[in-house]
């Protein structure tokens, strides 16, 4: 049987385990978040080139759901890097990131999907909950 490191050791090791854990998932997302956008690149500089792509038939929306998925893998690689420069979570950031992904989802909704009312009413509650809690947040920390 092995002993169990005393809980000041413990405690010690789960913590580098956490912030080495942390590197590797930032330096896997950085890698991500470059080929992604490469592609963007590379598949808008495509689309510009053909005469017969209508930006205003749906490759517009396709555009800026690809470019909002960046900006939320790029928050997420900030609230990375604010854990591993704080060891703390940064609740604020959690909810931006939460309020990017669901104005993502609001705005790439396919057509159609406007009409149902209870995915409507969810979205809408999902918004204005993570709204009211980034209000919170933001009027009850302590000026700097």
Not at 40 to 57: F, I, R
Not at 93 to 99: D, I, S, Y
């Amino acid at each position: 049987m092995v002993p169990l490191p005393q809980p000041h050791h413990f405690i010690t090791l789960v913590e580098r385990f956490e912030r080495n854990l942390s590197r590797v998932l930032a330096v896997v997302l950085i890698v991500v978040l470059a080929a992604g956008t490469l592609q963007l690149a590379l598949g808008t500089a495509q689309a510009l080139l053909q005469p017969s792509q209508n930006w205003l038939d749906g490759g517009l929306i396709q555009l800026l759901d690809r470019l909002l998925l960046l900006l939320i893998g790029l928050e997420v690689l900030q609230n990375i890097t604010a854990y591993l420069k704080d060891h703390s979570i940064h609740t604020e950031m959690v909810v931006l990131t939460a309020l990017t992904a669901v104005a993502r989802k609001v705005i790439v909704m396919p057509p159609g999907h406007d009409k149902d009312p209870m995915l409507l009413l969810g979205v809408g509650v999902v918004i204005v909950c993570l709204a009211a809690a980034y209000n919170l947040l933001r009027t009850t920390r302590p000026s700097p």
